[in-house]
């Protein structure tokens, strides 16, 4: 079965640090790759997306995320994070012939001063 | 940007109430998602129209939830009777095709209380 998961519930960074959040994807093919972000109480923004091409994604926010086929890992970056980037993170996947897109359960970004 | 226009933004019910929410996606999508996100979960698709067609509502409750695009345009999600496990927010997304990469975007969602 199609899945996405997201080890960490909940993370804690300081300002001005560096960030990675993990995403790892179930199933043969490589699916579509997206991540989304979601500011409390709000509906969720695409920061990036892939499929093919150069494994080193670049997105919106100075967001960055790089895709590992050896692992099935999606991981998303950022070199120094804002406060403004307090949220929630999510990972999606849709495979190939099914238009479904599935979610990971999320990444609660806490950000320290 | 266009936006997808949800409402209302909140709704409180006692369960064994109905109860209906309404989206309006982007101009010219023809793709049209209802997604429940549980507390500390990720969204979870309920149903998928193209069009005036579902796509997809294997996930949908459908002895007490149903959905309805009759033209093609905007699209209303209803509850009946609510239980108290469908305390939710419930986003509604749009996509001008569907499927590959394209994105979606989202409504800022109902947020159901069921008392």
Same mark, same amino acid.
């Given at each position: 079965?199609?899945?996405? !998961?997201?080890?960490?519930?909940?993370?804690?960074? /300081?300002? #001005?640090?560096? &960030?990675? =959040?993990?995403?790892? $994807?179930?199933? +043969?093919? !490589?699916?579509?790759?997206?991540?989304?972000?979601? /500011?409390? #109480?709000?509906g &969720?923004? =695409?920061?990036?997306? $892939?499929?093919? +091409?150069? !494994?080193?994604?670049?997105?919106?926010?100075?967001?960055?995320?790089?895709?590992?086929?050896?692992?099935?890992?999606?991981?998303?970056?950022?070199?120094?994070?804002?406060?403004?980037?307090?949220?929630?993170?999510?990972?999606?996947?849709?495979?190939?012939?099914?238009?479904?897109?599935?979610?990971?359960?999320?990444?609660?970004?806490?950000?320290?001063? | 940007?266009?936006e997808v226009a949800q409402s209302p933004r909140y709704k409180?019910?006692?369960?064994?109430?109905?109860?209906?929410f309404w989206c309006d996606p982007?101009?010219?999508?023809?793709?049209?998602?209802w997604?429940?996100?549980?507390?500390?979960?990720?969204?979870?698709?309920?149903?998928?129209?193209?069009?005036?067609?579902?796509?997809?509502?294997?996930?949908?409750?459908?002895?007490?939830?149903?959905?309805?695009?009759?033209?093609?345009?905007d699209s209303?999600l209803?509850?009946?009777?609510?239980?108290?496990?469908?305390?939710?927010m419930y986003l509604c997304a749009s996509?001008?095709?569907?499927?590959?990469?394209?994105?979606?975007?989202f409504g800022s969602g109902t947020q159901?209380?069921?008392?």
């Amino acid at each position: 079965a199609q899945s996405v !998961t997201q080890p960490d519930i909940h993370i804690t960074v /300081s300002e #001005g640090a560096s &960030l990675e =959040l993990r995403c790892n $994807y179930s199933y +043969g093919a !490589t699916p579509y790759l997206f991540w989304y972000v979601q /500011s409390p #109480g709000q509906g &969720l923004q =695409l920061l990036l997306k $892939y499929f093919s +091409g150069d !494994t080193l994604v670049q997105g919106i926010k100075g967001f960055e995320a790089e895709f590992k086929r050896s692992q099935s890992s999606f991981n998303l970056r950022k070199p120094s994070v804002h406060w403004s980037d307090a949220a929630e993170y999510f990972c999606a996947a849709r495979y190939f012939g099914n238009e479904k897109l599935t979610f990971g359960t999320g990444t609660r970004l806490t950000i320290i001063p | 940007e266009a936006e997808v226009a949800q409402s209302p933004r909140y709704k409180i019910t006692e369960k064994s109430q109905a109860v209906a929410f309404w989206c309006d996606p982007i101009s010219g999508h023809a793709t049209l998602y209802w997604y429940r996100q549980i507390l500390g979960q990720g969204p979870e698709l309920l149903v998928q129209f193209q069009d005036e067609s579902v796509v997809d509502d294997s996930q949908l409750p459908k002895d007490r939830f149903s959905a309805e695009r009759l033209k093609g345009v905007d699209s209303t999600l209803k509850i009946q009777p609510a239980e108290l496990g469908d305390s939710a927010m419930y986003l509604c997304a749009s996509s001008a095709t569907g499927g590959g990469l394209e994105k979606l975007f989202f409504g800022s969602g109902t947020q159901l209380s069921v008392l």
